[in-house]
């Protein structure tokens, strides 16, 4: 149990759903991050929020929507999603922004697997 | 463009014996390393960290081997036991302000400890 908790576990839809993923981090930190990670690929940073303020977008297509109403809670809203979009969807949280002297551990939920038909 | 590199995607090895894991990476920038560890259908965990002020840490049967100049860093983790299987990531940071919050992965290695 690492204190964040992701829902679901699991997720199907067809392109043209839209749908929601959940983290919830227990842990009293103040910045939180949404990664994807794909068969074989690194995991690739999608968002980071600092306060409940977006701190970095890396890129990522609209049709994902971060939102972040507190320091405990981070959705994605996922909309019209492509058959290339099925991965696994890691939500992670720390102290501080990582990089900022303070603690550079990420902790990580168990994450969304994700499939787009 | 991937900064950080894992070679082996996989590695296979007798328990009681040494695992070496191995990562590269490109951008000088990145001054502090991390380990993770993921078993199936659970997060990533974290293992063990040095900073590029040092060149090995070590941490119980896991030790962390930083090589600046060569740009790499290995894990070496003695001996193996069947509990270490698992897919091992190698992270990267800058500790700069435009850099906070952005740890850079590789694509991981699979490690099989066999009886």
């Known amino acids: 149990e690492t204190g964040v908790t992701q829902t679901p576990r699991h997720l199907v839809m067809g392109m043209t759903n839209k749908k929601s993923l959940k983290c919830e981090q227990h842990?009293?930190?103040?910045?939180m991050y949404w990664y994807k990670q794909s068969a074989k690929k690194p995991l690739e940073l999608m968002f980071v929020?600092?306060?409940?303020?977006?701190?970095e977008n890396n890129s990522v297509p609209s049709r994902f929507s971060p939102e972040c109403p507190n320091s405990s809670h981070l959705f994605l809203h996922l909309h019209t999603l492509q058959p290339e979009d099925s991965a696994l969807y890691l939500c992670?949280?720390?102290?501080?922004?990582?990089?900022?002297?303070?603690?550079?551990?990420?902790?990580f939920g168990s994450g969304t697997q994700l499939s787009v038909l | 463009d991937q900064q950080v590199k894992q070679n082996s995607p996989s590695l296979s090895v007798q328990e009681g014996r040494i695992s070496i894991l191995n990562c590269d990476y490109t951008?000088?920038?990145?001054?502090?390393f991390l380990w993770y560890k993921k078993y199936p259908a659970e997060g990533p965990t974290f293992l063990i960290s040095i900073s590029s002020i040092k060149d090995k840490n070590e941490d119980g049967r896991f030790t962390v081997f930083l090589n600046k100049s060569a740009k790499h860093l290995s894990l070496h983790i003695v001996p193996s036991q069947p509990g270490d299987s698992a897919v091992y990531f190698c992270?990267?940071?800058?500790?700069?302000?435009?850099?906070?919050?952005?740890?850079?992965f590789g694509a991981g290695t699979q490690v099989v400890v066999t009886p």
């Open positions: 929020y600092n306060f409940k303020e977006q701190t």
């Open positions: 951008n000088s920038m990145f001054d502090y």
């Open positions: 992270a990267a940071l800058a500790m700069t302000t435009d850099s906070w919050g952005k740890l850079q």
């Open positions: 842990l009293g930190h103040n910045a």
């Open positions: 992670a949280s720390s102290q501080d922004p990582v990089g900022t002297g303070a603690n550079e551990k990420l902790f």
